[in-house]
């Protein structure tokens, strides 16, 4: 299952989370914590598309890359591997350049915050279970022709 999908921007500040773990605010902050702490001794400019890093924390595996100036962490436990969180990762991706379209970076996000958060919610499943990986097809779920 995916437990959490985080952007962070270069300060290393939250843009955007989702949690599909039930976590509560409490918890979803310290595992924001855990995740810095995790990346801290590699610069985030390193893992960029196609050179993902991963890490893991506890029971869970973190696979992260950097993109416009903002770092994406996509985390899951058991079956999701980092063989499929590099998928969901490429998945992600791809949504966030086809909703931002011009270019992916923390401003963008943040003015597209809805079409992120309605995509996000076509590519993961509220059970954090991958629903979809192509971005045509989360424009077809959400019924809209950007």
């Known amino acids: 299952m995916i437990t959490s999908v985080v952007i962070g921007n270069s300060s290393q500040e939250v843009v955007l989370s989702r949690y599909y773990d039930k976590s509560s605010p409490q918890a979803e902050k310290a595992w924001e914590s855990d995740l810095l702490e995790l990346t801290a001794g590699s610069p985030w400019s390193e ?6 890093q991963v890490g893991f924390i506890r029971e869970k595996t973190v696979v992260w890359c950097t993109i416009g ?26 949504m966030l350049w086809g909703v931002c379209k011009e270019t992916v970076d923390e401003r963008v996000i943040v003015a597209h915050n809805h079409k992120v958060s309605m995509y996000l919610a076509e590519l993961i499943t509220p059970r954090g279970q991958v629903q979809t990986l192509d971005y045509n097809d989360m424009r077809v779920m959400v019924k809209l022709d950007l």
């Open 47 to 52: 893992a960029v598309v196609g050179n993902e």
């Open 69 to 94: 100036g903002v770092t994406v962490f996509v985390t899951g436990i058991g079956d999701y591997t980092e063989l499929v969180l590099v998928e969901v990762m490429e998945g992600l991706i791809s």
